[in-house]
């Protein structure tokens, strides 16, 4: 029987308040409206950004159902919708594409103007939201919320991706993989024959190692303080991996050492401090070096830093999805994926049923993953 047009009730993760555990519950998900899209999720990772969510350090309007790396299929469009129909395979698009405000028409822009990022309202565009619980509105959460077996997206906000695509390793093209790999090939740029040094060997620093090896990078530096993401960083192209517990000087100083005294090219800060944002960018050439920040600042977060680490010529930005425009690179790289021109599996630690999400959280708080899937139904079935 067709649910088009009909509320579904389904299961969600509910975040009532900072600091509290996820609660799955049964949420109502409204039909979506003109130009949405209601897509029923395959498989969802978690990302730390919905753990700085859960801790309160980034902020969101509660409740709040987070969630935004995944794979799903189409249940029902709206009107309007004409590029997808039910049973397309897509993906949730965090970073939004109209392809009309300015930044999309700015062949290097990415930050959709049409993005719930920065300060989110947590609902669609016509102020309002599809998800309720016992009748109450429930927010959703980087205009995607996949943390549910149903969602509605804007249709700005999802992109149809090659139907063979497995649903449980291409979710961490929505986010993670794209993140950190365009933060190297896209925003930095990064050059062959050149050195790098990324900081944080999570999921999405290492594909920012990833990213750096595929560029002909001939030096690559990790850096972390749990030494057990080590192996991975080396077997996904680090050429040394560092941990700044191990140093008694400053660690910008002993990149400085290990570059005969000249910093490394490109520096990456994918942890989402402002200490090590600093060191990163101290890390990197006093001329021509570049240093990214890819992890997410917490939304209170200020900082003080010595103008001369600029003045000199370094170049500091920051990126958003690796500064990849959405709509354009997500069925491009997950046909790249299935043509093999990078593996996904490294990068999946934990397939787990959504039932366990907390455990999913625990894990990565512990430094014991670095992605965990999160499966619904008969995917629970599809294992590495
Ligand atoms: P994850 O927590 O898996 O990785 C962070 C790594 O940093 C871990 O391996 C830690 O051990 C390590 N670490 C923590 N503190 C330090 C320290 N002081 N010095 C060295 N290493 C340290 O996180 P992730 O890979 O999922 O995400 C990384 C960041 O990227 C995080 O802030 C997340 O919110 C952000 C992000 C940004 C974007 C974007 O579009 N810019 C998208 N998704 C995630
Ligand atoms: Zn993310
Ligand atoms: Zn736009």
Redesign the pocket.
Known sequence: MSTAGKVIKCKAAVVWEPKKPISIVEIEVAPPKAHEVRVKILATGI???DD?ILSGSIKANFPVIPGHEATGIVESVGEGVTNLKPGDKVIPLFLPQCGECTVCKNPEGNLCEKNDLGVPRGVMYDGTSRFTYKGKPVHNFFSTSTFTEYTVLHEDCVVKVDAAAPPEKVCLIG??FS?GYGAAIKSAKVQPGSTCAV???????LSAVMGCKSAGASEIIG????KD?FPLAKQLGATQCIS?LDFKKPINEVLFDMTNGRGVDYSFE????T??MIAALASCNMNYGISVV???PPSAAEMTFSPALIFTGRTWK?????GLKSKDAVPQLVSDFMAKKFCLDPLITHILPFDKINEGFEL?RK?KS?RAILVFGDEQHTRK
Not at 199 to 205: D, P, R, S, T
């Open positions: 990302c730390r950004t700085h986010c993670g993140t900081f944080g060997l999570g999921g999405v620093g850096i972390d303080i749990n993401k700044p994918v942890i989402g401090r200490d090590t890819v992890g997410a920051g990126c958003v999805f690796g990565l430094g670095i």
